[in-house]
């Protein structure tokens, strides 16, 4: 039972884990599209909500932390414009 409860404590921090340099990627993607559009940090933030680009990169962190910074945000932009967005 001990074994167990470490196991699952082990396996709870590597998710924890997993989870805080998901956030931490798209935090960083947010920066950065911020940056290229000379735009505050939440304007970004609510731009990529508004055009369905911050869930995608949500179910595609997977692949897209893999990629070049400069790849996603071509991607997030031509993204963004398909769907409606003006940047």
Same mark, same amino acid.
Do not use: W
């Given at each position: @039972?001990?074994?167990?409860?470490?196991?699952? #404590? /082990?396996?709870? *921090?590597?998710?924890?884990? /997993?989870?805080?340099?998901?956030?931490?990627?798209?935090?960083?993607? &947010?920066? /950065? &599209?911020?940056? @290229?559009? *000379? &735009?505050?940090?939440? /304007?970004?933030?609510?731009?990529?909500?508004?055009?369905?680009?911050?869930?995608?990169?949500?179910?595609?962190? *997977?692949?897209?932390?893999?990629?070049?910074?400069?790849? #996603?945000?071509?991607?997030?932009?031509?993204?963004?414009?398909?769907?409606? *967005?003006?940047?």
């Amino acid at each position: @039972r001990i074994a167990h409860k470490a196991l699952q #404590n /082990a396996a709870s *921090g590597r998710k924890a884990d /997993a989870l805080a340099g998901e956030i931490e990627y798209l935090i960083m993607l &947010i920066a /950065a &599209i911020a940056r @290229r559009f *000379g &735009i505050s940090e939440s /304007a970004a933030y609510s731009y990529m909500r508004k055009h369905g680009a911050f869930a995608l990169c949500v179910k595609h962190y *997977g692949i897209m932390h893999t990629l070049p910074m400069e790849d #996603n945000l071509a991607t997030i932009q031509d993204y963004c414009r398909r769907k409606g *967005g003006e940047l």
